[in-house]
């Protein structure tokens, strides 16, 4: 079956780093690949999405590329702000748009 | 707009007991979703409904059971709490014209068998 895979958390760093979330997913078709954040406490919501092979999807400094050939989405951000820990989770959309997630990474930044 | 709503915000359970999930949405959407979300871990997909009176399994079912008899409501239904039923049951909808929507997800239901 579908399946997507997160690198391994949790991840900290200090405040303007650079951010590499690796996803890499197992899909038949062509399905569509999202990022989801998840702050404390709260529901996940969506932060970007892609369609197709080598869109970009982009919200709030993040961005990533669909890319077909690796089958990877993976997440980035060039300067980062306390206000972005949370917990990130990549998935791919089935049919009927049921949605298959990573295991999720958490993210500290610290001042 | 309220968005996706849940009820209670937590909860506990002495095992063999049974409880009812709330969700509502306000947004008209027609599909309709519940995960469960265990510690260190992605969420995985019981059951979701594709409009009223339409439901179906997802990844895993065993121990709950659902209806939808409103485009609003989608409560989930536990019949006897198992420890193993511990986990953040997330509710989310989307208003399906394709596998690219948008999921919208309630502030979850913290769920404690003991």
């Known amino acids: 079956g579908n399946s997507v895979t997160q690198m391994e958390g949790p991840v900290t760093l200090s405040e303007e780093a650079f951010l590499t979330i690796n996803c890499t997913y197992t899909?038949?078709?062509?399905?569509?690949l999202f990022w989801y954040v998840q702050y404390p406490g709260e529901g996940l919501q969506l932060l970007l999405k892609?369609?197709?092979?080598?869109d970009k999807g982009s919200n709030k400094g993040f961005e990533a590329t669909y890319r077909k050939e690796t089958t990877s989405f993976h997440l980035e951000k060039g300067s980062v702000q306390v206000s972005d820990s949370a917990v990130y989770f990549c998935?791919?959309?089935?049919?009927?748009?049921?949605?298959?997630f990573g295991q999720g990474t958490r993210l500290t930044i610290n001042p | 707009n309220a968005g996706v709503t849940q009820t209670p915000k937590f909860r506990i359970l002495k095992i063999g007991q049974s409880m009812t999930l709330q969700c509502t949405q306000d947004m008209n959407h027609n599909y309709m979703y519940w995960y469960r979300q265990d510690p260190g871990m992605g969420l995985k997909l019981i059951y979701y409904s594709v409009g009223a009176g339409i439901t179906d399994k997802g990844e895993v079912p065993n121990g709950y059971n659902v209806s939808r008899s409103t485009t609003e409501d989608f409560p989930l239904r536990l019949e006897l709490a198992a420890p193993s039923q511990t986990s953040v049951y997330f509710c989310?909808?989307?208003?399906?014209?394709?596998?690219?929507?948008?999921?919208?997800f309630g502030p979850g239901t913290r769920l404690l068998v003991l």
């Open positions: 989310a909808s989307s208003n399906y014209r394709g596998s690219q929507e948008t999921q919208y």
């Open positions: 998935a791919l959309s089935e049919g009927a748009q049921k949605l298959v």
């Open positions: 892609a369609t197709k092979a080598d």
């Open positions: 899909a038949t078709g062509y399905p569509s």
